[in-house]
């Protein structure tokens, strides 16, 4: 049973295509008011997420609520109460800006004597003013999201879900964006997906990670950066050299220290980051090594993660094309399966039956075709042979006439 009090109630939701496995036992929930940022790498499937939730596809394993309502028995009741911009915005390009709002306003049932001022209320939180008679068509990419932003929003839905907002858009657009997300943030609850970091820490309260297909962190971005943190204690190091393999050598060498990492190079300075379970012993050390004229030291702090650290620690580095296969299209690789006592249901059952079907069908039918063309041939030889036997009849007939008449 769905929490009425949660936004969004995602519950051990897993989605196959064929045998791949795009989303593997995912568990989450958001509260209303909350801007959530679902990151991931490229293809983690951040995507089907967001489809799932907004009813464009169904779920192979576990359930799914938006604002109270079960995605799949009560889509209907679920897509009246959600804004929905996908990465790819989907416009009438032949419209006018206010035409389309106008006509959206009708499919979502707005009542005709509130559709202008709700038309005047997105078009103004949008920016849309400077456009709003001109077609669809003739817009910038920045200007065509600001109207799939508005056609989201103009229905005032309880939740709205966001795909890569930002993606494609200049830096003076994504800030404009951002903010615009953030006004929307006061009054509704904002989910959207994004593998920008930057919009991360500019827009959210909370942030879900998920990589290959499943949630592997939930909570505050300080959070999961101190979890980072007191995982890779340790220091930073930056040293005036152009030599950083003659400098790490001196670092590992040190005490305690479990691994020395280059983060970063300009020019002649080196930054490291040494990892060690005794940071204030590492500082001790490494002032010794600038004492004796080892160490050209230029900059030692504790070690406190960026955004870039904190998303690499949590990822590894990876993508999920690169480490488990990528989405259908991609790597032939596969991503881990849903435990084994997973079921598929009916509807994939005799789906698959059909397929089978199909397949047989279309086996019977090549072999009946082999056995046709193959019974064709047959004829053609048999014929080509009573040919040349009726030709060499008419040659001997000949021939004997030939002979009585010389006779």
């Known amino acids: 049973m769905a929490d009425a009090k949660k936004s969004i109630v995602v519950e051990n939701v897993s989605k196959a295509y064929g045998d791949f496995w795009a989303l593997n036992d995912i568990s989450f929930s958001v509260e209303p008011g909350e801007i959530v940022g679902f990151l991931g790498p490229n293809g983690a499937g951040k995507t089907t997420t967001m489809k799932i939730l907004t ?9 799914a609520q938006v ?9 209907e009741e679920v897509r009246r109460r959600i804004g929905y911009l996908p990465e790819n915005v989907p416009l009438y390009e032949e419209m006018m800006v206010f035409d389309y709002l106008n006509f959206i306003c009708e499919i979502r049932g707005v009542p005709k004597g509130e559709r202008l001022d709700r038309i005047r209320t997105v078009v103004r939180l949008t920016g849309l003013e400077p456009v709003i008679e001109r077609d669809i068509i003739e817009l910038s990419k920045g200007y ?50 994004t593998h920008i970091l930057q919009e991360v820490a500019a827009v959210c309260d909370r942030i879900i990670v998920i990589h290959q297909g499943g949630l592997i962190a939930d909570g505050p971005l300080d959070e999961l950066a ?10 930073t190091v930056t040293v005036h050299s152009s030599d950083a393999s003659a400098v790490q050598p001196m ?3 040190i005490g305690g220290v479990r691994r020395v990492a280059k983060s970063s190079s300009v020019s002649d300075h080196v930054k490291f980051l040494v990892e060690t379970s005794d940071p204030e012993a590492a500082r001790r050390a490494i002032a010794r090594l600038v004492a004796d004229g080892e160490l050209n030291l230029l900059e030692l702090t504790e070690y406190q993660p960026s955004l870039e650290d904190v998303f690499h620690a949590l990822t590894g580095g990876e993508t999920h094309e690169s480490s488990s296969g990528g989405k259908p299209g991609g790597s032939t690789a596969k991503a881990p399966r849903p435990p ?30 082999e056995a046709s063309e193959a019974e064709a041939s047959e004829a053609e030889e048999s014929e080509a042979e009573e040919s040349e036997a009726e030709a060499s009849e008419v040659e001997a007939s000949e021939a004997e006439d030939e002979q009585k008449e010389d006779s």
Do not use: W
Request: aromatic share 4%; charged share 30%.
């Open 67 to 75: 604002a109270g309502f079960d995605v799949y028995d009560e889509s």
């Open 251 to 253: 670092l590992e060498a």
């Open 55 to 63: 009813c464009f596809m169904a779920a192979t394993k576990g359930s």
């Open 144 to 193: 065509r999201q600001r109207v799939g932003l508005a056609q989201a929003i103009i229905h005032q839905p309880d939740v709205i879900i966001l795909d890569e907002p930002t993606s494609g858009l200049d830096p003076n657009q994504i800030i404009e964006i951002r903010d615009l997300i953030k006004e929307i943030g006061q009054e509704k609850t904002v989910i959207f997906s």
């Open 340 to 369: 084994e006592s997973y079921a598929p249901p009916e509807a994939e059952v005799e789906a698959s039956e059909a397929e089978a079907s199909e397949a047989e069908g279309s086996e019977a039918e090549g072999s009946e075709a």
């Open 226 to 235: 101190a979890s980072v943190a007191e995982e890779h204690r340790g220091v």
